[in-house]
C-alpha cells in the first residue's frame, strides 16, 4: 500500500461528502462508500522522529466512515467489544456531528476511549463481527470504529470541557489497587465513584504501568495516558508511586495493618520470557520489556536523559507479536541501520496486528518469517556478534489451532548483528503470590479468579494480566469493570 | 520524595547519606537493596544497598561512591535536599544461617552493605571474622563500626599505606586453612574481589555467598536488565537475589554485562561534570564582578 498524504485523504472525504445524499443513504448506498483510512506521518520522515504515526480522520473522514456504518438492529459489533460499547450510537452520532452526544455514549461503558481507540486490537474484536465487513468479504472493510473512537476521544480532549465526575458521598470504606496499568486505572475509577477512598499503588516512578513503560510514543503518546490519570487524580484518587506491594508492605499488610476494607491485583504480566539458548546472556541481548522501558518510560531517545540504550547498527527482533513490532520500530527510530524481525512461524500466524506489521514494513523492518534463532554468537569480549538461525516450515496445527513450525534439518545459517531483542511474551510476575499467604495460582503463576474477579482470598480481587496472561488493555478494563461492580457490591454488604 | 537528613563524606569519593524513607526503614531487612531516582522526567534509576536503617526514625543509610552521572549528582546533593524516588526495600534479605564462625569479606564500600550483615550474623551468636579492605588508607571506611562487632577484624591495603599489605584473598585464605575452617564466608565488594574471594574459598570447599549489584530498571523482575548466569541457570539479582552461591556466580560473564553502557555512562558523566565546572565557572565570574564594584 503506498503512502497517502493527510491532504489527499481529506480532499478526497469532502468529495465524498459533496456528492452524498446523507440523510436518505440506503445500505446499498452506504456499503459504496470507500472505507477511510488513517492519515499518517510519512514513513519517510517518522522513521527518524518519536512522534505519532497516525494522525487521526479529520472531521470530513470522520463523517464519511460513520455514514458507512448499516445501523443493524442487534449490533454484532457490540458482541466483539469486551466493554460493551453502544458502538452503533456513538457512530451515528458522529454521522449527525454530535460529538458531545457521541463521546458521552462511550463513556458510559470505556473509560480510557482516546486510548482504546489506538491500541485495542479491533480487527479481532468488534470489526471482526461487522456485517458490512462479512458483506465484502475482508475485515479490513469493517466500519473504522477504533478510529471513530480515537476521533472523538480526542475531539473532546481538545476541548477539554472538564465535567467533573460524578462522586457518591464518602463511604468511609478503604480499596487499595495494586498496579496503576489499565486494569488499576479502570478498578480505582469505578470503585471511587461510589463514594469509597480508593489508593492505587504503583512500583514505578509514574503510573500508568504497561501504557506508560511499554507501548511507545508513536502508537500512544504518555500525554494521553497522563490525562487519564490526571483525572483519576481529579476524582480524590491518591496515587502512591515507588510503592512495591509485596516489599514496601505485602497485601496481607495492606488488609490488616492498614486498614484496607478490599484489594484489587493489577500487577500485570511482568516477567520477561527468554528462549533458554546459548549465548543469551552476551551483551546486547535484551527483553523487550527493558529495551522498551529504557526508551518509554526513561525516555532514554531524548538528549536529556541519564539512561543509556543501546544504540545499535544491525538488531533482530525474536517474536512476532505488537511487544515485537513496537521493539522492531523503535530500533529504527533509534538509528539502526539494519532491524530484522525473526519469527518461526508466517507472516498469517503473527499475533502482532495487522496494521502494526504494515507500519513495520513501511519504516523499512525485514522480515524473516519461518526462522528461529538456535543460538546467539559473541566475540571474547561477550560481545553479541550474530544469530544462528534454523529455516522452519508449517506442519498440522497445534494446541493454538495454528500450523506448528518444523525445524528443517541443517538448514543453519548466520546474521551478523549486534544486538538481539527477544520478545517473545511475559509471565505472571511472582512478587505478589509469593508474599500473600493463601492466594491461588495456577500452574502458568496466574492468580486464579472467578468471574466477578474475586481470588481464593477474601476482599481480594484480580484482574488484567496477572490473570489472564499476557493479554490486551481492553480485556484488562473489561475485567476490571466487573471486578469493580463486584467491590462495589461487596462493600455495599 | 525523599529528605536527606545527613551527609557525610567517608573518602575523597565515597559519601554516606541518611535519607527519609518510613515504610523502607520499617520493612527493611539485612542485604536488601533500594532504586534512587533523582529526578522523575529524566534521570536514571540505579540500585544501591540499604548499609543501615532506623525504624523509629524512619530512615534508612546509603554509601555510595561517586563514579557516574547519577552518583556524581548525587554526592552533589545536600542535607534538606530531596530525591524525587527511591523504591524499597527490595530483593531478598541475608538469609543468616546459624553458625559458629563466619568470615565477613567487605572491599571498598562494599564494607557499608557489609554491616548490617555482620551485625547481624554477630547478634545470632557466630563468631565474627571481618576483613576490610581498600587500594589505600583514605578509601577504607567504616572501621570503627566494623571494631564494634566483630571478634576479629583483619585491615589490608593494596598499597600498604594502613594494616596489612595484601588483597583481601590473602587473610581469607589464611583463615580458611586454621585448623577449624570457617562454616560461612560472605563477600561484598568490587565483582572482581568477590570473583576471587570465591575462587579461594572453593579450593577449600567453604560455602560463600557474594551480593551482586548489576545493572536494573525496575527492580521487581520486569525488565530482566540484571540477569546473571548461576549455575549455568539464568537468574535475575533483583528478584532471585542480590545474594548467590559465589562458587556458581558466572562472574566473568556479569563483569562484561555491567559495562554493557560504558560508552554512553561515561559521554554522560563527562557532561554533568563539564555542566558543572561551567556553572562553577559562571559562579566564580559572577562572584569576582560583583566584587569589581
Known sequence: MSYISKKELQQSACEILKNLDCENLKPKDRMQIPLQEMPSQDPAIRRNNMEEVAIGYTPEQAKVEALR????????????????????????????????????????????????????????????????????????????????????????????????????????KKVAIIGSGPAGITVAADVRREGHEVTVFEAFHKPGGVLMYGIPEFRLPKEIVQREITQLKKMGVKIETNFVVGRTLTLPQLLDEEGFDAAFIGSGAGLPTFMNIEGENLVGVFS??????????????????????????????????????DAARTAVRLGADEVYLIYRRSEAEMPARIEEVEHAKEEGVIFHVLENVKRILGNDDGMVTGVECLRYELGEPDDSGRRRPIAIENSEFVIELDTVIVAIGNKSNPLIPHTTEGLEINKWGNIVADEDGKTSLDKVYAGGDIVLGAATVILAMGEGRKAAAAINEMLVD | MNKI???????DDVFQMCIEAPLIARSRKAGQFILLQIDTDFGERIPLTIANGDAEAGTITIVFQSVGATTHKLSDKNVGDYIENVLGPLGQPTHVKDVDWVVCVGGGIGVAPMYPIAKAFKESGAKLTVIMGARNKDLLILEEDMKAIADELIVCTDDGSYGRKCLVTEPLKE??????????????????????????????????????????????????????????????????????????????NMMKRLGAYKKQEQVNHDKYHDHECKAEKQADELVAKQGDK
Open chain 1, 69 to 172: 456504518c448499516l445501523q443493524c438492529k442487534n449490533a454484532p459489533c457490540m458482541k466483539g467489544c469486551p466493554v460493551n460499547i453502544d458502538i452503533p450510537k456513538f457512530i451515528q452520532e458522529i454521522a449527525e456531528e454530535k460529538y458531545q452526544d457521541s463521546i458521552d455514549t462511550i463513556k458510559v461503558s470505556s473509560l480510557l476511549p482516546a486510548v482504546c481507540g489506538r491500541v485495542c486490537p479491533q480487527e479481532t474484536q468488534c470489526q471482526l463481527y461487522c456485517t458490512l465487513g462479512k458483506a465484502l468479504k475482508d475485515v479490513e472493510q469493517s466500519v473504522s470504529i477504533g478510529r471513530l473512537e480515537r476521533f472523538v476521544a480526542d475531539r473532546d480532549a481538545q476541548n477539554a470541557t472538564d465535567v467533573p465526575i460524578e462522586i457518591k458521598p464518602e463511604t468511609g
Open chain 1, 288 to 325: 523487550a520489556n527493558e529495551y522498551l522501558t529504557r526508551s518509554n518510560l526513561m525516555r532514554a531517545f531524548e538528549e536529556k536523559a541519564a539512561t543509556p540504550i543501546a544504540r545499535s547498527k544491525k538488531v533482530a527482533i525474536l517474536g512476532g507479536g505488537n511487544v515485537a513490532m
Open chain 2, 175 to 252: 583463615c580458611c586453612q586454621r585448623e577449624q575452617q570457617p562454616d560461612e564466608v560472605v563477600a561484598i565488594g568490587p565483582p572482581i574481589m568477590m570473583k576471587f574471594c570465591s575462587l579461594t574459598t572453593k579450593e577449600c570447599e567453604v560455602p560463600t555467598t557474594v551480593s551482586l549489584n548489576t545493572i536494573m530498571i525496575d527492580g521487581t523482575g520486569m525488565c530482566g536488565g540484571c540477569r546473571v548466569t548461576v549455575g549455568g541457570e539464568t537468574k535475575f539479582v533483583c528478584v532471585d537475589g542480590p545474594e548467590f552461591d559465589g562458587h556458581k556466580v558466572d562472574f566473568d
Open chain 2, 5 to 11: 537528613i545527613e551527609k557525610k563524606q567517608l573518602s
